[in-house]
C-alpha cells in the first residue's frame, strides 16, 4: 500500500501501526504518541460498524480504576480531537456518535492495508481466468506484511484479530502456491515461499520454497535450505523440524537425479567433505537422523551395541537452561567437547539450545559413563557452576510391523 495520493488517511495495521496523511505522521510508526489516543484510533478505524460507548470504555479502561468512566472517555475522545485537527487533518468531526454508537468519521478517504488485503482475496475468489485470479491472489500475499497490531499482542480483541488474519493469510498463501503449481509458475511459487517464510516464520512455509526449488532442478540449493531451516528451527528456537518439512524433504529426495558419471567421480564427490581431523562426524539433524536409520537397520545383523546420548546445558541447580548470551557461549563450548572427546567413527549433532545428540556406535554403556566423565573434563572450567546433564538410551533393532 502507497501512500501516494493527497488528502487520503492511510493506515497500517499488519506488521506494525501508523496513520499517515499527506506525507505526514499522525500516529503509530516511530513517533511517540499517547497510548490512549492510539487505542482509540485503531479501535473506531477498524470498527467499521462502530463500538459501543460500554464497549469503547471497556477496550480503553478495563485495566484502570477510574471513578468515573464516562467522564474519561468524554477526556479521550476531546484530547483526540484537538491532536487530529494540529497534525493537520481536516476540520471535521472526526469521531461520530449516533444513539449511543461511536464511528470514525466517513468524511475522510481512508485506505486501511488490512481491508485491502480482504477485499483483494474476495475480488480473487470473483475471477474466472485463472492469471486474473493467480495475480490478485498473489498481491493479496504480499499485501500481509505481518501480525495484526503486534504491538497490541496482549490486548484480547486484537490478539483475536491477529489469529483471524494470519488463518486467512495461511489460507491465501496455500491457494496461491497451488494456482502457480498448476501453471508451472516455479519462480514466483519460489519468490511466495521466501516472503512467506519472511512475514510468518516458523510456519513451515520453506516447504514451498523447497517444491520450487526443486522443479527448477535447482536439489542442492533445495537440501540446503533444508538444513539451514532444520539448524535454525533446532538451535535458534528449540523446535523440532515438522512433519511437513520433513516429509517435503523425503519427496525432494526422490525427485533428485544425477547426471550420469564414472564410480570413481561420484566416490570423490561423496567423501569430498571428509577430512582427516580428529574427533565425532558433525553433521546436521536430518544427516544424523539417516545415520541413526541406518545403523538401527544394520543391527539386524548383530554384534554391535550402540548408543544414543542426549547431552544438555544445566544451571547450577540442575535445571536446564533455556535462554540467553551465556548459553550461547555454554553451548558452543559443548558441541567443542564432545566433538574432540568422541571417537571418528561416532556421530553427533545440534539439538536445541544448549543440547547435542550423540551416536556412540560399538560401545558399552560403561564405556558411555567414561566418555561423559572426559566430556565433563572438557567441558568444566574451574569453579564453574554450570554443567551437563547426561541421558543415555540403547539403540534396539525392531522388526518392521507387518
Sequence with gaps: MKANKP??????????????????????????????????????????????????EELLFYERDISNVHHALQSVIYNSKKKLEKAGLPKVQYIVQKKGVFFWTDEIPMEVDADLFLN???????????????????????????????????????AQEARRYKEIFCQCV?????????????????????????????????????????????????????????????????????????????RLGDQMQYKHAALDMIQGELGSTDTDLPGGYLCTYPVFQGIY????????????SVYLM??????????????????????????????????????????????????LVNTTRENCTVIQRRINAKFIIGRQRTGVEYHVSSVIWAPPVK
Design 7 to 56: 488528502d487520503v488517511l492511510y493506515v497500517r495495521m499488519l506488521g506494525g501501526f501508523s496513520v499517515q496523511y499527506n506525507g505526514k505522521l499522525i500516529a503509530g510508526g516511530s513517533k511517540a504518541t499517547d497510548s490512549q489516543f492510539t487505542d482509540l484510533l485503531q479501535i473506531l478505524i477498524h470498527s467499521r460498524d462502530g463500538v459501543t460507548r460500554d464497549k469503547l
Design 120 to 158: 483483494t482475496i474476495e475480488n480473487a475468489k470473483k475471477k474466472e481466468d485463472i492469471h486474473e485470479k493467480q495475480e490478485l491472489y498473489l498481491d493479496a500475499c504480499y499485501l500481509y506484511t505481518g501480525e495484526f497490531l503486534p504491538g497490541q499482542s496482549s490486548v484480547i480483541w486484537a
Design 310 to 359: 542426549l547431552c544438555t546445558v544445566v544451571d547450577s541447580k540442575g535445571n536446564p537452561m533455556k535462554e540467553g548470551e551465556v548459553l550461547t557461549q555454554l553451548s558452543a563450548r559443548l558441541i567443542d567437547a564432545v566433538h574432540s572427546t568422541i571417537r571418528r567413527g561416532d556421530a553427533m549433532t545440534r539439538y536445541g539450545k544448549g543440547q547435542c545428540l550423540v551416536l
Design 174 to 250: 496455500e491457494t496461491t502456491a497451488e494456482l502457480l503449481r498448476n501453471t508451472q509458475d516455479y519462480f514466483h511459487m519460489r519468490e511466495l515461499g521466501l516472503y512467506a517464510s519472511k512475514v510468518d516464520p516458523l510456519a513451515d512455509w520453506e516447504v514451498i520454497t523447497m517444491e520450487a526449488l526443486a522443479c527448477l532442478n535447482r536439489y542442492e540449493d533445495a537440501r540446503q535450505l533444508y538444513e539451514s531451516t532444520v539448524d535454525y528451527y533446532l538451535n535458534e528456537q528449540g523446535l523440532r523440524p515438522s512433519k511437513k518439512l520433513m516429509q517435503q524433504f523425503g
Design 293 to 304: 536409520q541406518m545403523v538401527k537397520r544394520m543391527l539386524e545383523r548383530g554384534g554391535q
